[in-house]
């Protein structure tokens, strides 16, 4: 039996990943569009890659809605979740309702932290992989994807009982799923992808984190300014190692362990951006320049509260979280008044 893999939010990262897993021998891939129906259906993706080469992928399924999907009563061996984290706008776990069966693997390619709770909650069987990714890829016509550099993907069983507990029954078939994963994706090209344990890739998630929540909200504020012109100028560098700083030295606190050695340093981090020349923006800034909701809740707001329910406080990431919502829920209020 093909494996059977369907991506829900086929967009620039969700389709590159669809693309590369589609290469590995007896797998099937599916994907549920959302604008990008119409021009997928009728030519799939072209994806052009400096690594890759230009290249065609065509869906083995390309549904306009969970319900088509539904109808095809597929088992579905893993299910990719690579839509925007946006907790305070939907609840995304809803769109998986009648998809997810007994061994279904749910994998969630997304920012933040907290980004599985939902699922764990509507799916308290099922086995919740977590991953993180660094790729730089754009979607710039619908169906069309650009992917400049990048591949890697980190993906671990999202376990928090072992934060606290012993391991359960349920861990090892966890695992073997994970591994099954990151397997795919390494026969379709994806050499970096690695398999990491729980506490491992929640460490990831709040490295990139201290990335995020610097990089991102900082960019808005100081009117979408680029990465790298920001660590240039002498003021902001201060101000985004002080942000990477406190979320550094709050997470081990919180996970109960250090970083391992080899993840960067702030200096690092900042010493890569300044040699970024490209001029691109975080995600956070060209969501704000286009008039769309942030994930301010995943990448600010649940980690201030993850650690203040810990005991710890993160004062810099909360005047950037809390002076963003506000400017969020002001523009909101904008533009319902100018629809009244």
Aim: net charge positive.
């Amino acid at each position: 039996m093909p494996t059977q893999i369907l991506i829900v939010g086929a967009g620039a990262v969700g389709a590159f990943y669809a693309s590369r897993v589609a290469q590995a021998p007896d797998t099937r891939v599916s994907v549920i569009c959302r604008s990008n129906y119409a021009a997928v259906k009728a030519n799939g993706f072209s994806v052009t890659s400096p690594q890759y080469g230009d290249y065609k992928f065509t869906p083995t399924h390309t549904f306009p809605n969970p319900e088509e999907a539904r109808k095809t009563g597929i088992r579905w061996d893993y299910i990719v979740v690579s839509t925007k984290a946006l907790p305070d706008v939907s609840d995304d776990s809803e769109i998986l309702e009648g998809l997810v069966s007994d061994g279904t693997a749910i994998v969630l390619i997304q920012n933040g932290l907290g980004v599985e709770q939902p699922y764990v909650k509507r799916f308290p069987g099922a086995t919740i992989l977590s991953a993180v990714t660094i790729v730089s890829a754009a979607q710039v016509s619908h169906g069309v994807i650009k992917h400049n550099r990048w591949t890697r993907i980190n993906v671990g069983p999202y376990q928090p009982h072992l934060d606290t507990g012993g391991s359960k029954s349920s861990d090892v078939t966890a695992i073997e799923l994970n591994n099954k994963f990151v397997e795919l994706l390494q026969a379709g090209g994806v050499k970096d992808a690695e398999a990491y344990n729980h506490v491992k890739l929640q460490q990831v998630r709040w490295h990139k984190i201290a990335i995020n929540a610097s990089m991102n909200p900082s960019s808005v504020l100081s009117g979408s300014t680029p990465n790298g012109t920001m660590a240039l100028d002498d003021e902001l560098y201060r101000h985004l190692k002080g942000v990477m700083d406190e979320v550094l030295s709050t997470a081990p606190k919180v996970l109960g362990q250090p970083f391992p050695k080899e993840f960067a340093t702030a200096e690092r981090i900042l010493r890569s951006t300044q040699k970024n020349t490209s001029g691109s923006k975080p995600s956070m800034a060209l969501d704000w320049e286009q008039g769309k909701r942030m994930e301010l809740e995943v990448i600010l707001g649940n980690p201030i509260r993850i650690a203040r329910e810990r005991g710890f406080e993160m004062p810099r990431m909360q005047s950037l979280y809390a002076l963003l919502r506000m400017a969020q829920e002001n523009r909101d209020k904008m533009k319902q008044k100018s629809k009244l």
